[in-house]
């Protein structure tokens, strides 16, 4: 796509094959411009940073340039300096009032004119867009920030015609593009707009985050094919990348976390406005100075929190993504994501906010598949076309939280870039290289992988291909024949995540590429050819499987919790013991995940205990005794250092919602309508009754048990759960074969465990 590559220092820049290396050094020597007495003099800064001096010489000398660097690696100042030192205006197209405004705020504080940047939009009256053109007329604004559709008013398109334009900046350019995270189709008509202005115009367009296949839609776009490119590494070696399961106590495990981080400044993004409001409660009533941010907060409100959170007055924000654009806040340390975003473009940029002073900076991303399952549901709506790359976008997410490779690598390779994964900057900076899966030989499933690929004449994407390796029959499978081949299913032997991991191991090594134009269809390199003529030994990890049931994870900051082995014994034991006193199953009393929150948290008070994962006030008093001076006496014997904190308070908000249930259950409403007042589906009720029982509350659902099994059935199913060495539903599915629904034998199990247990 691009031409010849030539390096300045650590960057990579590309040339059109119409500059030569000799013409862009001609350039960059700047001789009609003293770059470096201008700078101080405008910005107060003594040297450039990266690519900056060398992107600005290329645009004061006219040409159309293409600046590819990440967050917080000083985009803007590429195009604020060459227009305060050229003749006339610059236009600086921004898809945010916000963002504009902070740069015109920032513009006019170097200033001794306020006219030297201006903001154009509808929100003007007519007083002041006549004044903004009365300071572009007189040669006072140098920099004009626009918003795409302003620039559609013909009013304002012919008054720019009649003025000195010297050059347009188009910034965050990705949203030019429909594979761009943040795709706005207003800016697909820029090129037009510019032509009627002055098609001679040069252009410069910006963004921190984009793949090959953005990139190339940027330029094409643009109309500037021969722009000079620079492209700054997207490694950010502070940062350390993590991805721990979503639990339902995914609120505690933030909490833990930011208390473990006190004082330090951190993000923390939620999906949905309600979300935010209710972590950032959790947070403050947990003594964390926090604030939430989001766009249903009035404007004054708003700024406040983000203000606050500027001048340190409070610690954390709790946010949308509406936070953060522009922001440049250096000494930021965490950024936690509570909820996946909808695509690797997003979460690199959001990461991005961390550490950008080169110090610690920890990205920890909590990952539940029902969160994915969402996202594909708000995107049914939408035209096909859309959902297609909304899917990809998705998926490619996906397979980031999933993955057991170097985090670091694969995000890199998703940006077009390699990375050397042993002694590569910040080579160990993220969960996976910390504590890395063991590898396996996979030579046999490469060749079958492959040749599967090859043998369906290479027009299958990623999933297609791995139904076919895993023999799941679908549609399009069915319609084209596939099934009756002799191939389906030859991999049959493996789990879909064994070959949804090697798969995406393949595209990332080079065996295999992706094309984007037709949504992801799979195909041989060179390189994978390579290997079907001669196969040879290769090492992959497979996946990480995150299960819901998963116990609460350790978020302590990089790393899998080291269960306390003796310890766990001796709390089984404990808890067989109480069980046969109890006439109950061992699950009964406490649940596996109870029992391994326990071992990280150490519990010593019937207060503590009630915090535990699964553990309530009922469960703690009725069973909780002998276990807690079990755990003390051992932290004593063992001198363990015991975690602080570890009592995690709550808003109440919980508590409202379990009387409810419980006040309209005892009136033995039925729990479809329960749940529809709240406006729960089934399985999430079904998960807060679970919630509410397995903390050891009773719930008197006979009525609706009695509704589901006849007598014999209900019998049957409480002989299984007494006798069963645990709770699993699937494992109960499996040994009724089916008879039963999985959700139909959760609320049984609810009843069993109230009657039992509690």
Known sequence: MFGERIKFGNYDVYLDDKCTKSALQVNMSSKDYNLASSLKHFFGFSNFRGLQEEVISTLLSGKDTFVIMPTGGGKSLCYQLPALLLEGTAIVVSPLIALMKNQVDAIRGISKQDGVAHVLNSSLTRNQV??????????????????????????????????????????????????????????????????????????IGLTATATPKVQE?????????????????????????????????????????????????????????????????????????????HAGLDTKQRVKNQDMFLMEDVDVVVATIAFGMGIDKPDVRFVIHHDIPKSIESYYQETGRAGRDGG???????????????????????????????????????AYAETSMSRRKFILHYFGEEFDENNGLGADMDDNSRNPKPKKEAQKQVEQLLTIINDTAQQYRFKEIVNILSGIKNALLITRQVVDQDFFGVGSDHTPSYWRALLRQLLVVGLLKKEIESY??????????????????????????????????????GGTAVFDKKLHGLLMKERKRVAEQSGVPPYAVFQEASIEDMLLKYPTSIEELKNIHGVGEGKAVKFGSSFVKLIDKY???????????????????????????????????????????????????????????????????????????????QDELKEYFMEAENDDIQEAFEEFDGEFEEDDLRIFRIKFISEVAN
């Open 520 to 557: 992801g269809v799979i195909k041989l390199t060179s390189k994978g050819e390579d290997f079907l003529q001669s196969p040879h030994s290769f090492f992959m990890t497979e996946n990480h499987e995150y299960d819901q049931a998963q116990s609460s994870p350790s978020s302590n900051g």
């Open 635 to 713: 932290c004593e014997d063992n001198e363990v250092v015991r975690p602080q904190d570890i009592i995690i308070k709550s808003t109440g908000a919980n508590s409202t919602l379990k009387l409810y249930i419980i006040q309209n259950i005892d009136r033995k409403l039925p729990l479809e309508d329960i749940a529809n007042a709240k406006g729960m589906d089934r399985t999430t009720f079904i998960n807060e009754l679970e919630t509410i029982v397995f903390s050891g509350t009773k719930l008197d659902i006979g009525y609706e048990v009695d509704a589901l099994f006849d007598e014999d059935q």
């Open 130 to 203: 006549q004044l903004v053109k009365d300071d572009i007329s007189n040669g006072v604004t140098k920099l004009l920030y626009v918003a795409p559709e302003s620039l559609t008013k013909q009013d304002y398109v012919d008054f720019l015609r009649s003025v000195t334009i010297s050059f347009m900046a188009v910034d965050e350019a990705h949203c030019i593009s429909e594979w761009g995270h943040d795709f706005r189709p207003e800016y697909r008509n820029l090129r037009g707009i510019l032509d009627r202005i002055d098609e001679k115009i040069p252009v």
């Open 360 to 398: 610690e900076g920890h990205c920890l991303a909590f990952y539940a598949y029902k969160d994915i399952e969402k996202l594909e549901k708000f995107m049914s709506g939408k035209p096909i076309a859309e959902q297609e790359i909304g899917y990809a976008l998705l998926h490619e997410m996906v």
């Open 217 to 293: 839609d940027i330029l094409k776009n643009l109309g500037i094919t021969n722009a000079v490119t620079f492209k700054a590494s997207f490694n950010r070696p502070n940062l350390f990348y993590e991805v721990l399961p979503k639990t339902d106590q995914v609120d505690r495990d933030i909490t833990s976390f930011v208390k473990k981080n006190e004082g330090k400044s951190g993000i923390v993004y939620c999906l949905s406005r309600k979300r935010v409001e209710e972590l950032a409660q959790v947070l403050q009533v947990n003594g964390i100075k926090a604030v939430p941010y």
